[in-house]
């Protein structure tokens, strides 16, 4: 078989592969990440590059626009290596997880919850999974021999009232020397069952008195980026965070694309690497940050939806994404960290977020943990849009949830020029009511890039409000503006023009993004109705609404009612938690209660099919409109419309 | 560093060290086994090697006879490689397991203890740690879409009455193919919890009906010797049983020996791998012999002295012999096989069964529980004869124990011809009493080459019966035999003469191997007896002797109350159960019982540190005479000696 040896620009990384080798594999396999929402599989036309020396079979399709063609632009998903080749994988490909670790913007509307320490110590619920407990043993005699751990164990039940204690073989065979290094004086680290009844582990001994330093990792498994925290188990606080992107995210943006992946040959245990591989560069980040030492760690608790969390532990996903979509298990066993290659000391207890279905996973899970919901009296409809977005409603009496099929449009999915929320994504954005030229904010204030999530939600809703977009999300002909313009038979909006794109080509939204975004606010949205109504509610009903998700914490949320993305209520019963996959983790980290509550709240959790239900194809179609069909449902922002429309009237020429 | 070869014979296992290097050490690394009962220190005299070819330095000890030393024999351990060498190692160092899977020979007085099935059905305790369940569960469709392991928890609560199951990660994440592999038709394996509200762990599952088939391991780490069984837990019998010779044995032969290397660089690490080494060994023979698929093994149990279970699961053990002589742990969590290292499957758990103190260990735990000791009226006293002996006197109600230092006179130590129970040892013995000439029996019917334990007590007993040894152990100089002889200063008696011999020498016994044998009957003796006072018993209390170890299978009871190493009792009081430890294992493999009730007989075992004890220096010292120095304690030898005296004082000459 002929060789071909593939140089990736910038990275100036090269691999050698048979001929006819998928571009795009021989990428992944290099370690270079090109965008490719679809997985690979030809369909988004997200991963162009160009090819700037030698041949490749293939790669022209008319997800191309004309001049990416004649500027030499080729997907790199349906390319196949023909000779040597130096391929320039764009800027939009690049992912730098710098960005994901500056500070939030915060917004106006944003009310984030915080773990409250105090609270829980006042209700005598501070009880981490993992606790340090220092002693000071006699040490032995010949009238009193008997064995290390027994004393041990006869010492913790006298002076500290501990029961059913037992002893990890790995703690055993540190006991006798840690013992009689400081004699006799050391401190355990027990990790505490799930049932108040179980057994209590004791896993860890070091000498002295280490009881002022006990930590727990924190992990938020998701699609597209992992973020972890470091909590101070003594204190009570975060110490640091970190996050990256998902090592899998080279095969494939959304979970459908990464089961496909894990289905091919070997491609299971990529997958389980490369998201295992992402995990240890976030632990040792934020051990390094933090500057703790390793064998403080008692504990790390992840939570991810049911597919990252299925690949993460290495358990066959096909049956996920297929009818009857069947997950493996809602439950799993606390384990040890080292078992699954983190690199964390055997006395690290892993304990993974319960799932509730196929697509209702352990993210949504830590949400209603975290947030207390599931133990609140108040109705609340929680929402977390991330790479797809599910809904909860209910109480401490009941919980009903669904996913929604809302695609990744708020991560830059199915959008031409959407991106993740990285440098150059616009973020904000105002236009001229008289010219119609835009101001574009972008994230790190540098040349616009594309679009992110809350960026498209606040252009869309601007341009509804000011008249340049109608109802169905098409674009005002009569507007005299040359940014309004038709390309390839769509009309489009030029945000910023070439000369000042942070690319070679004009930053544009156009009639397709706009029902595409559309058709993923109407999915949330009509989720939400659809819960509702199954369970014989309104939206009037709704004491709060809890809103979770990365981009959640950047979305203006009178923009995101103005396109019909949340229904209007109250912004102050609105509750903004950011990462509540990563709340979750935290918050069971400080208190056994929420593991001890979480699994019969997962049994209580009733999942909907929202495609089996009646009312939810009428609700998704009425919500194809900006904001919605029915505009009684928006009170405000008919009021705001009409009142804009008076004075439009009033004005000379209006 | 010049570096040498050193080619041992009759192996041809060649090896290159360093000049200076010890000879036994390069023999230990070389793989080839050298007897050495003190474990190289130069005090046994055991590891004499005929250097063939090339020099080494030392090596010339008292130890050797003059014969041996006018031959060319060296003691490897005092030897320094000082050049290229070729070594004999000599017969008496070869160790061959095929002796150990020999059907041992049935003795007249035996009555070896088997497992009863029948009784632990009849009594509802044929619960095995390890059990297997079938299962037809409904295949999920869309309106019943549970995850898989959900749904064989519904199944199992349902059918089965199942609670409190927790899946192993490992389990989860076979779970979804093998369901689909039979039309969600399958078998879980599960482990059950020692406390009867602690979990029920499902370890393993297999496509359709595999509960036909379901398999224990039973295996006795002992230090000289390592025996495994497979147990059928369907039929609840024994399918098969291999033994072999724990690969620590050429770091010495006995604890003391073991825990002395232990301690030296990296020298834990080798002592464990090689008895991790030896088990693999076994299980695998085990596996091939009964022909049984591993994947149907669902438990393995250990039983083993503190020592061997401290360096089996990789424990420092330098405490083990230093005052105040205090273990790790008297209680080892379950595990999974592979964690230490053993080539069985993830879902095999490992159980090991718990010491009660540094010299008392979970081989005689074994015993007391296999046996039933600890659960009968009866007034019992154990007595397990091996590397080393202990005792234990009690019943349901209390047991006290202690480990008595006998030493390895029983396995052929501190006997200058001593040897292992192997091919070519005298096991039987008979002497003409006109011409005093004697008739060796030998294992394997072969030329002798020395002494094995129960020899040893045949040959003692008959020729104090005879008159030919005084109740001191010492020859009758008066006796016209030229097998009685001076040599070196010390008064031997020829076994067998070079000639006939299996090696170049005389099989010979002296005084000094009697005065061993005598300080080895005496410290049992005396323990027993010191035993017996400190609960204020008497031997005329105990309702029945239970022996134990490889060696009393072997023993005739009679020569063993002729030498005063047991009390003499009615000999249908006696009870050989061959080796407890691996008994033990067996029974715990067979129901949840013992495992439930061990860890309370444990904690009830009260442990005598015999050397603290008031009496038992004068019981010991009373105890060093053939039998006793009070020969009414036993009556009908004394009656016997008396009936012979007056036989022989009539006889002409007389």
Redesign the interface.
Known sequence: MTRHKVNFLPHEKAIEVDAGTNLIRAAMESGVHINASCGGEGVCGKCRVIVESGDVEGGVSDMLSSEDREKGYRLACLSSVKSDLTVRVPTESSIDARVLNLQATARKTARIRELNLDDLKEKGLFVPPGEKIYMELTP???A???????RMVDYLRKAHDEHRL????SV??K???IL?REDFKATATIARPVRE???NRVVNIQAGDTSDRNYALAIDIGTTTIYGEVIDLVAGRVLTRYGDFNGQLSYGEDVISRIVYSEKEGGLDTLHERVIATINTVIGKLIKKSKIDPDEISTVTFAGNTTMTQLF????S??LRR???????????P?KAP??GLDLGDHVTALVYP?V??YVGGDIVSGIMGSGMYNDEELTLYIDIGTNAEVVIGNKDWLVCAACSAGPAFEGGGIKLGMRATEGAIEDFSIDPVTFEPMNVTIGNVRPLGICGSGLIVIVATMFEMGILDNRGKFNRDLDTPRIREKDDVYEYVLAWADVSGTDRDIVLNEIDIDNLIRAKGAIYSGCMTLLSEVGLSIGDIDRIILAGGFGSYVDLEKAMTIGLLPEIDPEKVIFVGNGSLMGARMSSLTNKIRRDVTRTVKRMTNF?LS?TNSFMDNFIAALFLPHTDMNLFPKLKARLEERRSRMDELPGG
Chains 1, 2 share one sequence.
């Open positions: 032995p005699t010949d009193d021999n008997i064995a290390d751990v027994t037992e002893f990890d073989l055993i065979r006991v006798p020397d009689r009844d179980g057994k532990l290495k358990i066959n096909r049956y009818s009857p979509y069947v997950p493996a298990s809602l439950i799993y066993p384990f078992e699954i799932q279905s196929s099919e089996e």
